[in-house]
């Protein structure tokens, strides 16, 4: 946060993978019962929005206008049983249909944590806290148009004082692609 009205975000997230496969076809030397580690840092992403704030006798209101932009920064070592490398695919489990319709389910957590929001120096009371979430959703793939949706749910809440708890959220997007 920068004055309480601009809000930048920096991510650079560390990946983590293990995948096993019962047959690995990379001709000409295929491979049985393979394990491989997929490790490294992610895509950088980097964000801004300004928080205009309307306050009056009747109502609050926050809009959030911004920008991001993910950089494919991402670097990773695919290695196999016998320190081989391999380009994996981990997209977890994809349905084709209709020759050109591509639905990716994906499954997990979600982490969110807020400090207390500050007014003038001063910290305020019943702001911040912590919330891990359960996720669920499918990105619908055409070309290059995606279509994503994700539900969750909290699993735990821990906010700091009185403050209403989060419930369900649903998130819709869309997005698309470009070749450069």
């Known amino acids: 946060m920068l004055k309480n009205n601009w809000n930048f975000a920096f991510l650079l ?14 001709l000409p030397n295929p491979v049985q019962d393979t394990t491989i580690s997929v490790k490294g840092w992610g895509d950088l992403t980097l964000a801004a929005d300004y928080i205009h704030y309307i306050y009056n006798f009747k109502a609050r209101h926050t809009f959030r206008p911004g920008i991001a ?48 929001d500050t007014w003038e ?15 669920a959703g499918t990105d619908l793939n055409i070309k290059d148009w995606t279509l994503s949706f994700v539900w969750q749910t909290p699993l735990s809440q821990s ?22």
Not at 71 to 89: C, D, F, H, K, W
């Open 13 to 26: 997230p560390y990946e983590s993978n293990i995948v096993y496969y019962e047959k690995l076809l990379d």
């Open 69 to 116: 932009i993910t950089a494919p920064t991402g670097q990773s070592r695919q290695i196999a049983n016998g320190e081989q490398l391999y380009v994996p695919i981990l997209s977890c489990h994809q349905f084709t249909f209709q020759n050109n319709w591509i639905l990716v389910p994906n499954l997990g957590g979600y982490f969110e944590h807020s400090a207390n």
């Open 121 to 135: 120096g001063e910290k305020q009371a019943l702001t911040g806290g912590d919330v891990i979430f359960a996720q």
């Open 159 to 180: 906010l700091n004082g009185n403050q209403i708890l989060h419930k369900n959220r649903l998130s819709i997007g869309v997005i698309k692609s470009f070749k450069l």
